[in-house]
């Protein structure tokens, strides 16, 4: 949830601790979900006169630590309760609610405000906020009787706004506060007649194609439970069996296991089972996916001393304790060796087990195991590589994120089974070590795309990170090159994207400091890596504002790119047109700012230095897919299709962007253990990157209420036009292309679901679908549904 996203990575923005309150409480209450399109300018429960036991209802209250209580109040200014908050000390206090308005309309609001010895610590005292909406605030404090406040605003280009009812903006607050009788006027809508109009001739500078670029970060169940096709989790067994944090349940008698620490096979234990034939032991671990027809190859490492006269691999149905199949491994000496197995199964189920079970009598040394379905390419799941391809993504950064401030590249290298596990550093769960940087490369290779690695400049030096390069690009007279050819790969990798670092602003990021001492860090980093290939592309990490200023002021000549990252949540209202803008007006600032850093940073005159966008996205709600494994909407995907919109306006400031992140965390990818399908948000990359041409070309006219971009195709063959409707509503439209004759026949491609809520979930029926190529005639005038994102292509003559 967002809570949990302030929490473990504040990221870009920096909010107010009443603002954070808002967000936990918004987090926490059903009824602050996404509004959907009725209901225009209704301020719900506008008295507080439905009451649930100790809930007022529709309305949610700050929770948490400093704050104050929040209740309702036989006090009231009409009928018989009112919101109250009070508090003996100073502190914070917010009652907020979502509401619906009309766009490019003008609204009164009216509410009642009574305060009793409410004393200011900072701050504009007690009031009605219009969180959103440009409209003027009234604060109050002391002692106030019942006052009525009048606020007028124009929504603009906003359908929904937070109506928060303030103990102190911008401060704390200690007294009390009283909240009653609040309405909204509709005092006038703009008519809109939407005419749009496609100049041809005028052209801007073509989309990279890297701006489809993707971000896999190891944390969550992106890699491991995600495009990792391991189904054993903890197979190294960095928790001790039995252990609340452990994958793997000790059936039988407890006793009977110990843990090696001093000759542990990899990482710094190893299980070790006692086995007894009076007595049993074993080791259980279940949740695996299980798909029919299908065989899985597994392998275990195991000695043994006494008489271990046999080991069973035990799969089972654990919905109904039916055994799916099993196999026997004998001859287990004292020497640790890999023994391969096969199971196989006819039956589909998400919940089976594994369970290792020793027979005779001796000791028993787990080492690792493995189990993989057949089906496996190289180690990465079949169903979710085949998604992949279809996003045919030309890039992706790796391996983090947060997560690469504290890793160690070495780790990943080597015998898979030998590779230590490790605490991950910035997430929670545990990284194995399974995929590594050759893991990584084969990926790539497989999906036909190039690699972008970010090196530690966190925990890490100038000199690991020079070494990375090396085992990467080096030929096999080096030592870092020799090494990789000793790990299998005589041929470099030629890897040309690198980034140093990512998000050293940030008090999260691992081994954060200061911009001056970064700056310092960052041209080492650079002059080391350069040393090893002078060819590589060098992206620097980017943050609006001092950092940035000063990362181009002192080091725009070891920097070729610099970054940019931004995730947006569903706080300002929940409205559908209020949540799609803020991924393009997110973009567009960004833009922005890098062109006036070039009229008033003199270091970087005459350079192009552009954005790589290497995280953005949408980031909020219940974790359902694991570790930030969020659930994304139709709404969602509508920002992303806006997004794209934007990136083609801004071509001439941003090269690359890289979607964050590809697989269930914040993933344009969800799967479970036995199925995998598009998120919202995939189908709209997926959509544009097939069907969006490349250059921009001018538009003009009127486009509201939707969000337009429009491309000529690369071949200069097809006017491509992008119409996000972000209204609960059907939309007809005039459009017109000028400059390029066009002829009668259109093809479209529609993003669409029944509903703006809608979603996609593995092994169920897709609600959110991209429907196409429908064509149709060219008549000059064009509809599109409500709550969708459409191409039409236009074909030249």
């Not at 506008?46 to 036991?53: C, F, L, M, N, P």
């Not at 007028?152 to 009788?181: I, P, Q």
């Not at 060819?535 to 940035?548: E, F, H, K, Q, R």
Request: proline letters at 4%.
């Amino acid at each position: 949830m967002i809570k949990s996203f302030l929490h473990q990575s504040i990221r870009t923005i920096l909010l107010t601790a009443a603002t954070t309150l808002l967000l936990q409480a918004c987090s926490n209450n059903d009824e602050a979900q996404p509004l959907s399109g009725s209901n225009w300018g209704t301020i719900p429960n506008q008295s507080a006169e439905k009451v649930v036991s100790s809930e007022v209802m529709n309305w949610t209250p700050a929770t948490g630590r400093n704050t104050a209580t929040h209740f309702y109040s036989p006090i009231a200014q009409h009928g018989k309760k009112s919101l109250t908050i009070f508090s003996n000390t100073p502190t914070f206090g917010i009652w907020n609610t979502k509401i619906n308005v009309k766009p490019w309309s003008k609204y009164q609001f009216t509410g009642w405000i009574r305060t009793e010895n409410l004393v200011n610590t900072g701050g504009e005292g007690a009031g009605f906020n219009l969180a959103g909406m440009d409209a003027d605030y009234m604060g109050f404090s002391n002692d106030n009787d019942w006052t009525e406040v009048k606020l007028v605003f124009n929504t603009k280009d906003n359908d929904s706004f937070v109506l928060e009812c303030l103990f102190n903006r911008g401060g704390r607050a200690s007294g009390k506060a009283w909240f009653d009788n609040m309405s909204l006027e509709l005092i006038s809508t703009e008519k809109i007649s939407t005419a749009i109009t496609i100049d041809a001739n005028n052209r801007a500078t073509p989309m990279s194609e890297y701006i489809y670029g993707q971000f896999i970060e190891h944390m969550g169940k992106c890699i491991y439970g995600g495009i990792w096709a391991e189904m054993i989790d903890d197979r190294k067994f960095w928790y001790e069996p039995g252990h609340n944090n452990s994958a793997w349940e000790v059936t039988g008698e407890k006793a009977l296991l110990q843990m090696d620490r001093n000759h542990s096979y990899t990482g710094d234990q190893t299980p070790v089972l006692l086995a007894d034939k009076s007595r049993s032991i074993s080791l259980k671990q279940s949740g695996l996916g299980i798909r029919k027809e299908l065989n899985y190859e597994g392998r275990i490492i195991l000695r043994s001393t006494g008489n271990v006269t046999k080991v069973v691999l035990r799969l089972v149905d654990e919905t109904d304790e039916q055994l799916i199949d099993e196999a026997v491994i004998q001859d287990i000496d004292g020497t640790y060796k890999k023994y391969p197995f096969s199971l196989s199964s006819q039956l589909l189920t998400q919940n089976a087990s594994l369970e290792i079970i020793p027979e005779g009598n001796g000791k028993l040394w787990i080492g690792t195991v493995s189990l993989m379905p057949e089906d496996n390419i190289e180690g990465f799941r079949a169903d979710v590589l085949k998604l992949l391809k279809g996003l045919d993504s030309p890039v992706y950064r790796w391996p983090g994120g947060n997560f690469v401030s504290g890793y160690d590249w070495k780790d990943g290298l080597g015998d898979r089974d030998k590779r230590p596990p490790r605490k991950n550093p910035a997430w929670t769960g545990v990284e194995h070590n399974d995929v590594g940087i050759h893991e990584f490369m084969t990926l790539c290779e497989l999906l036909e795309t190039e690699p972008y690695i970010a090196v530690n400049a966190g925990l890490g030096g100038a000199e690991e990170a020079r070494k990375e390069i090396e085992y990467c690009n080096g030929d096999t007279r080096t030592p870092m090159g020799k090494w990789r050819a000793e790990n299998g790969h005589p041929d470099p990798f030629n890897v040309i994207w690198w980034s140093v670092g990512n998000e050293m602003y940030g008090s999260w990021q691992l081994g954060h400091m200061s911009t001056k001492d970064f700056v310092k860090k960052h041209n080492a980093f650079a002059e080391a890596m350069k040393s090893v290939d002078e060819d590589i592309i060098l992206v620097a990490v980017g943050n609006p504002g001092s950092w940035n200023e000063m990362m181009l002021r002192n080091s725009a000549h070891n920097m070729d790119y610099i970054s940019e990252h931004f995730y947006k949540q569903d706080w300002h209202g929940g409205g559908l047109m209020t949540h799609v803008k803020q991924i393009p007006d997110a973009i567009r600032e960004r833009a922005e700012l890098h062109r006036n850093y070039r009229e008033e940073i003199p270091e970087i005159q005459g350079m192009d230095i552009r954005i790589c966008m290497d995280e953005w996205n949408y980031w909020y709600g219940p974790h359902i897919y694991g570790e930030l494994g969020t659930r994304y909407y139709l709404r969602d995907a509508l920002g992303i299709a806006a997004g794209i919109n934007e990136f083609s306006k801004n071509s001439d400031m941003i090269y690359m962007a890289n979607y964050a992140q590809t697989v269930n965390v914040i993933g344009a990818i969800k799967t479970n253990n036995t199925h995998s399908v598009y998120a919202s948000t995939g189908l709209a990359l997926k959509m544009y990157r097939e069907h969006f041409g490349t250059i921009p070309l001018e538009i003009s006219g009127e486009t509201r209420p939707f969000d337009v971009a429009a491309t000529l195709t690369e071949d200069q063959t097809v006017v491509t036009v992008s119409i996000v409707n972000p209204t609960w509503s059907t939309q007809v439209f005039d459009l017109k292309i000028e400059g390029l004759e066009i002829g009668d026949k259109i093809i479209s491609y529609v993003l669409t679901g029944p509903g703006d809520m809608a979603y996609n979930e593995p092994g169920s029926q897709e609600h959110v679908i991209v429907k196409g190529p429908i064509q149709q005639k060219n008549k000059g005038k064009f509809t599109v549904e409500p709550y969708s994102a459409t191409i039409l292509r236009f074909q030249a003559i």
